[in-house]
């Protein structure tokens, strides 16, 4: 049984380069969805966002002299890219799936509504939320739980390289202790770096849990669903 029955998906685009140091790895992206289809297919209703930051990251952008709204506006287009990759490779394995996107680019994807989304999940298409907000200033942390929010999702699943919320980076801290459930407000006051403070709060004025757990493990995404303890489940 699914512990959950609608989710809202959040993936790294940085992961996405899999063993490339750029741009997407087809390997990886065929992992994904493979891991998306064995959820589907238990009924799962699901909405995905996945950010762009293996193609171009806005404030990276930015430090190089690039306008901050422009280079916002790149990496929007940078995860257009990665859902319409994620698209492809949803339908290659069968899953039916549609691409919306929060800036007006048709014919690429159906421009964002709540009531389509919950449309054709229920239908069961697996939803793909591109170009963040559509606004500059905001990540696509924020953009998923903005999403997740609007889709009346059961939980935001922030499916990292890591596996779980530690009281310091592991990959820098070998001292770094993982915290099997966490609270919001834990996580704000100790500053620690999950998502942006602007995504957390959202999720924590909405009620929104958050489970964060390693998705480039393969078989990862199911174990979450099946209500398997690997991650860090953050609640009120």
């Known amino acids: 049984m699914a512990r959950f029955n609608r989710i809202l998906l959040k993936l790294s685009g940085e992961s ?46 930015t430090a190089s002299g690039f306008d901050r709204v422009k280079g916002d506006q790149m990496g929007m287009l940078a995860t257009v890219i990665n859902s319409l990759a994620l698209s492809s490779a949803l339908t290659s394995v069968g899953v039916p799936n549609k691409v919306l996107t929060a800036i007006r680019m048709e014919p690429i994807g159906e421009f964002y509504s709540k009531w389509r989304a919950i449309e054709e999940m229920e239908a069961g298409k697996v939803c793909i939320f591109s170009a963040g907000t559509g606004s500059p200033y905001f990540t696509t942390d924020t953009g998923s739980s903005l999403r997740g929010v609007e889709i009346e999702a059961d939980v935001m699943l922030k499916g990292t390289r890591v596996d779980g919320i530690y009281t310091a980076d592991p990959e820098k801290d070998p001292t770094a202790v993982k915290f099997d459930d966490i609270s919001y407000d834990e996580i704000l006051a100790r500053g620690l770096k999950v998502m942006d403070l602007s995504a957390v709060v959202m999720c924590q004025d909405n009620n929104l849990p958050i489970y964060v757990f390693n998705m480039d493990v393969v078989g990862n995404l199911k174990k979450v669903i099946l209500g398997e303890p690997i991650g860090t489940f953050v609640h009120p």
Request: charge should be neutral.
């Open 16 to 61: 996405l380069m899999g063993k490339q140091g750029y741009g997407i790895d087809p390997e990886r992206l065929g992992e994904y969805a493979q891991q998306v289809k064995e959820i589907h297919d238990m009924g799962v209703q699901i909405g995905i966002v996945i950010g762009g930051g293996n193609i171009f990251r806005g404030l990276k952008g």
